[in-house]
């Protein structure tokens, strides 16, 4: 397979992950404390206040899953008696330690000093960290953020959080760097936070265009990467934002679609799809090609706001730092209820003028894949589009199918043409 | 049909109680509770799942209290397999299969509580599919200090007496709560003692027949629930049943979705004892009396704080406390083997599994474990890793 062709925010992005696993493992020459935290609803610019840096166990399977090393992994976490049944990232985390704990770079990552269990969305973060608190006997944090049942959120939630945030996890964040809270620093990698999701949700609206220049699920993943992770709060994340709203808008002036990892531009768009769920990170790049090579682009996509719903109008806020920072775990997408999630992507198809929503149900994920029958048939209905659906996991080879994906994803297109025509002969 | 047996004055023997708990626990049409609110003009019924829900809310409210474990092994689920994708356990596609072939059509209100993420969503397509019936996610805090998760939970549970407010158009009084409150703690106690008259003598109280007492009596108004009880205490007591050189065993891991009857009978035909176990926890979640004076709402958010199980869907706080909880009852129980029986696909006990056996081997407890489906119907590999278990305990331990 020849070489995958990036963007150069793609380069640059990969630039900061890279300068981030350096000091995580220098950690022992540079003195800096780690912690491990979870990609939804994590407190990054609370971490930077006191300047802590931001090791996230999902993002860690992610690149092994992208890297091909975590099969393995997961083996070695089933051989020592975790379930098949249960989160492949887990056993992806907890396999990697099994085998050495080495991090992209090839340098073994140090135990975290602290385990900040932000616990927004997932039931499953709540194990995954008892589990590593048993391996790593350092303090754990827990902040537990109530879900939004009621598909809104109250007064009583956020007070709950915000009060966690004072009595549990500032002091317990002081003690383990030994620097006192500061709620200007706090402010300031708030400020920043706003900025660079302004440039976030500019880029992902851009795929309301026709031909969309962006890629929301495929190329989504890396428009989100900096912001959901360890550098939101961060100059960095400024620059690259900014740079990467230069790119895009490069692409709408010329009329160009995203390039794909061949090294295309890809315009020449046939569907314009609203995808709900994970993409599959085994394979990931044969995955994306069966999209583009039916001519399918991803407009919006629901994985692309787990880490927060900017575009809904969030934005964290320096003036009320602490309040922000739990209306943002409560608003994480995974946080919100079914009727709101259906809400959403109606939405999506609707204001994307999308051909339909394709859903990938994750096999370990049940966060998000409890219900997606439900929610396909809702947005179907509600919209006329039709749905389609398909079953892949996150970084367990086991579980990505490529012919089976394959002939759904060609079924739907043809769906989709026959509703097209369907519609034509009506009109 | 089911009979409805009146137990102010009806049954006496085990075998006659047992038998109206079986008919209870296998009418899918759920008559007693359809009965129980058609004998006044006004009354509501609030289903509730697994695993905790407090009960004494919905009865303070005049509402029956309805536990709904899923659909169990009679019943196919047609419906409820096209709301959810292939890997995932079976309570919430038969919970829905009885929504949608309307066997829960006189259910007014409906509580999810917090257990894991499907059940999580499970609620919010309850609010779309069912958009007449109130319906509630109810969140219990992962957070266990009075000031923090205490005040979250007291707001929660003050929300929750308003939602039954509203759905019943009467007020809630305080002491509306402290009566329910004391009709539970009786329940409890009661509960209680049919659990530790099983550990001492468990012969004369075989675990199929306490599970099926406590199922039907997540059915049942509490009060008749409370005379069930102590009916089957004086009855089982007083009954000669043949001591069998058993194996006493805990059975962990199935608090959510609930192993098929059979499979509850293969492990006692296998050769042990169950002395222990968290099946449906609901009524035995809260470990001692909730108190009946004070502000009834802080009183059932401190049990909850202070004096409930230790279980998969809460957090631990402290790691050297991880399993502790297991430990001690086992050894209250004085059981002599673990078996972790899980339902296939439920992160709550399967995350929660290498912990809690990394525990009990340090601890010297033997144990198996192996996984299960409401519906499962092969119950000999599961009669012979049981035997083979009680074997080994029997030889080596």
Known sequence: MSEVVKEPSMLLQKEMIAKNYDAITSKHHTGRKVSSTFVPGNLNELLLSFGILNNLPEINAIQNGMRKLSGDYILEAEKSGHSEDVCTYVKADIGMMGKGNVAPNGKPFPDPDVLLLSYTGCYTFMKWFELLREEYKCPTLMLHVPYEGDGHSTKNMRDYIVRQLKEVIIPGLEQVSGVKFDIDRLREALRNSAKAEDDLVWVLEQGKRTPSPIDAYFGGVYYIGPIFTAFRGTAEAIAYYQALRQEVQARVDAGQGPVTPDGSNFTDQKYRLVVEGPPNWTSFREFWKMFYDEGAVVVASSYTKVGGMYDLGFRHDPDHPLESLADYCLGCYTNRNLPTRVDILTKYVEDYQADGLLINSIKSCNSFSAGQLMIMKEVERRTGKPGAFIETDLVDPRYFSAANVKNRLESYFQMIEQKRRGAARAA | ?397
């Open chain 2, 1 to 397: 049909m089911n009979a409805i047996v009146d137990t102010a004055t009806a049954p006496t023997s085990t075998a006659e109680i047992i038998a109206h708990c079986q008919a209870m626990f296998d009418d899918l049409d759920f008559t007693a509770a359809r009965a129980w609110k058609n004998a006044v003009p006004g009354r509501k019924v609030v289903g509730f799942l697994p695993v905790y829900a407090p009960l004494e809310l919905i009865h303070a409210a005049g509402c029956l209290p309805l536990g709904l474990f899923g659909g169990g092994d009679r019943m196919e689920v047609i419906h409820g397999d096209a709301y959810y994708q292939s890997y995932i356990c079976r309570i919430p596609r038969s919970t829905v299969e009885l929504g949608v072939t309307g066997r829960l059509d006189f259910v007014d209100g409906m509580i999810f509580p917090f257990v894991c993420d499907v059940i999580r969503n499970l609620s919010g397509m309850w609010k779309i599919m069912f958009p007449n019936v109130w319906s509630k996610f109810f969140d219990t805090p992962q957070n266990f200090d009075p000031e923090i998760g205490g005040r979250y939970y007291a707001a929660e549970l003050q929300e929750l007496r308003e939602g039954l407010q509203t759905l019943t158009g009467r007020t809630i009084s305080d002491d509306d709560i402290r009566r329910s409150i004391a009709l539970y703690n009786d329940n409890r106690r009661l509960v209680r003692a049919v659990y530790d008259f099983r550990a001492r003598t468990p012969w004369k109280a075989p675990t199929s027949e306490v599970y099926l007492l406590m199922r039907a009596g997540l059915m049942m108004d509490v009060e008749e629930h409370n005379r069930l009880l102590a009916a089957y205490l004086a009855a089982a007591d007083a009954e000669d049943r043949p001591k069998r050189d058993n194996v006493r065993i805990a059975v962990y891991g199935s608090f959510c979705e609930q192993p098929p009857l059979n499979l509850i009978k293969s492990v006692e035909m296998a050769g042990c004892y169950v002395v222990e176990d968290d099946y449906a926890l609901v009524n035995r979640f809260l470990t001692q009396d909730v108190p009946t004076d004070g502000d009834p709402i802080e009183a059932l958010a401190n049990a909850y704080l202070k004096h409930s199980v230790e279980t998969s869907c809460k957090y631990v706080p402290r790691e050297e406390d991880k399993g502790k909880f297991h430990i001690e009852q086992v050894k209250k129980a004085r059981a002599e083997g673990v078996i972790y029986a899980t339902p296939s696909f439920c992160d709550p006990a399967l995350l929660d599994r290498p912990m809690i056996c990394r525990r009990l081997t340090e601890a010297g407890i033997p144990h198996i474990a192996f996984k299960y489906a409401e519906n499962s119907g092969q119950m000999q590999p599961i009669r012979e890793q049981a035997g083979t278990f009680a074997d080994s305990i029997k030889l080596w331990s």
